[in-house]
C-alpha cells in the first residue's frame, strides 16, 4: 500500500510552466511505476508521463513529449513533473498513480493503477 499526494497545480498562462509533485508515503525505488495522468469532464483520462524510478525509465505520449520532463528524487520518495510551454488543452486534473506494472501505471493498458493521489487541477489560459 502506498499514499500518493500530488501538488503544485494552479493556474498559468498560455507558454507558462508548472512543476507537479507526487510525494508517496514510502520508498517507490523498488518495483514501483509512478505514472501521471490527467482528466476532463466529458473526456476519457489520458496518461502523460511515467517513470521507473529503480532504472529512470521514461515514456512520454506524443501528446506532451518535448514539452514535459518527469523525475523522481529517491531521498524525498517524490516524482516529479515539469510542464513547459504550455497550452489551454493541458488544463485538467492530474493525477500521480502508482502500479507494480509498466503499461498500467503509463496508462497503456485498459486496467488503472492500483494507488492514486488526490488530484491537482492545472488550468492554463489563453
Known amino acids: 500500500e502506498v499514499q500518493l499526494v500530488e501538488s503544485g497545480g494552479g493556474l498559468v498562462q498560455a507558454g507558462g510552466s508548472l512543476r507537479l509533485s507526487c510525494a508517496a508515503s514510502?520508498?517507490?525505488?523498488?518495483?514501483?511505476?509512478i505514472g501521471w495522468f490527467r482528466q476532463v469532464p466529458g473526456k476519457e483520462r489520458e496518461g502523460v508521463s511515467c517513470?521507473?524510478?529503480?532504472?529512470?525509465?521514461?515514456y512520454y505520449p506524443d501528446s506532451v513529449k518535448g514539452r514535459f520532463t518527469i523525475s523522481s528524487d529517491s531521498a524525498k520518495n517524490t516524482v516529479y513533473l515539469d510542464m513547459d510551454n504550455l497550452r489551454p488543452e493541458d488544463t485538467a486534473v492530474y493525477y500521480c498513480?502508482?502500479?507494480?506494472?509498466?503499461?498500467?501505471?503509463?496508462?497503456?493498458?485498459?486496467?488503472?493503477?492500483?494507488?492514486w493521489g488526490q488530484g491537482t487541477q492545472v488550468t492554463v489560459s489563453a
Open positions: 498513480a502508482a502500479d507494480q506494472f509498466w503499461r498500467i501505471a503509463c496508462g497503456r493498458s485498459s486496467q488503472t493503477p492500483d494507488h
Open positions: 517513470i521507473m524510478p529503480r532504472d529512470g525509465s521514461t
Open positions: 514510502r520508498s517507490i525505488f523498488d518495483d514501483d511505476t
